[in-house]
């Protein structure tokens, strides 16, 4: 692993997540805003999934590119060049009509996403010690938590009286706090700027930059971590396209009551994450924080389950809550996985690899979603995704045991060591004379249900 050598850089960690949380009420606040304008204007249950597939795909696409990017390009000049970008991106679409240029400029804005999202991602360890770690990784999450709070809610409220040209505009304003973090961040990685690497750190490439020896298939616990999440994701990202025609119609909640119940899993994640934290640190087997993933992931299932039976929206928001803790202690479960696992110098592939997974299972929930909306009703269809995410997770737990004893029989272990491979207790190193051996493994959504931190 790789952090600063000195004391943990906290400005840094506080101008970051500040950033990140304001972008993040910015994309909340656009996204709800199209939604209730498609939903508004009697646009079906494939419109909306069609318009979360724009935010999507590019995010799966583009994953193998914008992480080796990341990992090579300064910090820097990614993030300002990318924040200008993406305002500038978002001011058009404030005053695009067409659905077709709308849904062209919405995927424009994913792109952007895909590099920011794991630039950011990676640059956290580098801020601060091993110890501090979940600290920081509760604030990134907090921030995020409160970015999207406030982006529902703010949109419930303006929509109704400004329309939809109003906060794409305050979203194109929010992408500006990602150049401000870009000039002022004093840690840096990519290109020419070491991450603050420790002495004698692994760091993942040789001094030609090729990749050394840490592969997603190598590493079992890793493994099963994007797939079982990506998996689940798949099974309840579809109440994402299914939610907004459930409360409107269904339980005939009202726009500003749309945009509270979104809320409400948001702020359920900022308890969740410190919660988190406070356990991953004392977890020193890395196999507790993939069961730490596995059970988050079953509560939020759950909820989503029990959420089908309401008889109104409002009784919605304690489910949301409880299950938004759910989602906030995974995302800090997984990232501290990443971080403990992936060796420096490919974290940004790592962490945009594993966002692009947990996308891939959102734009499968997404298409599930929005062809069963035109059959069938809202209701059943968030219960049959609770059900489905439920039964993934079950399906999950014998590969999880074997995944954690695997590495620890004596022939395996034997291998692992001299191989350099990584156990369940010990992250991978890279191998002294590899070759460029890192391919495209199976970047992640704000969309509620999703498995890591980003937009």
């Known amino acids: 692993m790789s952090f600063t050598t000195g004391s943990s850089r906290w400005p840094d960690v506080w101008l970051a997540a500040t950033a990140r949380g304001t972008t993040i009420c910015g994309d909340f606040l656009a996204a709800t805003a199209l939604a209730l304008a498609l939903q508004g204007a009697g646009a079906g249950g494939l419109a909306v999934s069609g318009l979360l597939l724009a935010a999507t795909l590019p995010l799966v696409v583009l994953a193998p590119l914008t992480g080796r990017l990341v990992d090579r390009v300064d910090s820097r000049a990614l993030l300002v060049t990318v924040g200008l970008a ?17 849904v062209g400029l919405v995927a424009l804005l994913a792109c952007g996403l895909a590099v920011t999202q794991p630039c950011l991602a990676a ?9 501090d770690l979940p600290r920081a990784s509760a604030i990134s999450q907090n921030a995020v938590s409160i970015g999207a709070l406030g982006g529902p809610v703010l949109a419930g409220l303006l929509v109704g009286q400004f329309g939809t040209r109003v906060p794409l505009l305050l979203d194109a304003v929010t992408y500006l ?3 401000v973090a870009g000039l002022l961040l004093k840690t840096r990685r990519g290109g020419r700027q070491p991450a603050a690497a420790a002495p004698g750190s692994a760091r993942g490439e040789d001094h030609r930059g090729t990749d050394l020896g840490w592969r997603l298939r190598r590493d079992p616990l890793m493994l099963v971590m994007v797939v079982s999440t990506a998996v689940v994701i798949a099974a309840i990202g579809g109440i994402n396209v299914i939610e907004v025609f459930f409360i409107r119609e269904t339980l005939h909640g009202s726009a500003t ?41 079953a509560v939020c299932s759950l909820l989503v389950l029990l959420a089908a039976g309401v008889p109104t929206a409002g009784l919605l928001v304690p489910l949301w809550l409880v299950a938004g803790a759910a989602n906030g202690g995974e995302n800090v479960f997984a990232n501290l996985l990443i971080t403990r696992r992936v060796p420096e110098a490919m974290r940004g592939r790592a962490y945009a690899s594993y966002g692009a997974a947990v996308q891939g299972g959102s734009m499968a929930g997404y298409l ?28 999950f737990v014998p590969v999880v045991a074997r ?17 350099g491979l990584a156990t369940p207790s010990r992250p991978a190193e890279p191998e002294p004379e590899a070759g460029d051996t890192v391919g495209s493994w199976l970047s992640a959504s704000h969309a509620r249900g999703s498995g890591t931190s980003s937009s």
Request: proline share 6%; glycine share 10%.
């Open 403 to 419: 995944a954690v004893r695997r590495p620890s029989s004596g022939e395996a272990d034997g291998r692992h060591r001299s191989a």
């Open 368 to 395: 599930v979603g929005g062809v069963l909306l035109t059959a069938v009703s809202p209701r059943p269809l968030i219960a049959g995704a609770g059900l489905a995410g439920l039964l993934v997770v079950v399906a």
């Open 257 to 297: 009551t749309y945009g509270l119940v979104g809320a409400a899993w948001m702020a359920g994640m900022l308890p969740g994450s410190w919660l988190a934290a406070r356990l991953a640190s004392r977890f020193d087997d890395d196999a507790a924080l993939i069961r730490g993933v596995l059970a988050s992931l």
């Open 123 to 131: 640059l956290l360890p580098a801020m601060v010690r091993p110890a």
């Open 177 to 179: 706090a990602l150049v």
């Open 86 to 102: 993406q305002a500038v991106i978002c001011t058009l679409l404030a005053v695009a009509e067409h659905p077709i240029v709308v």
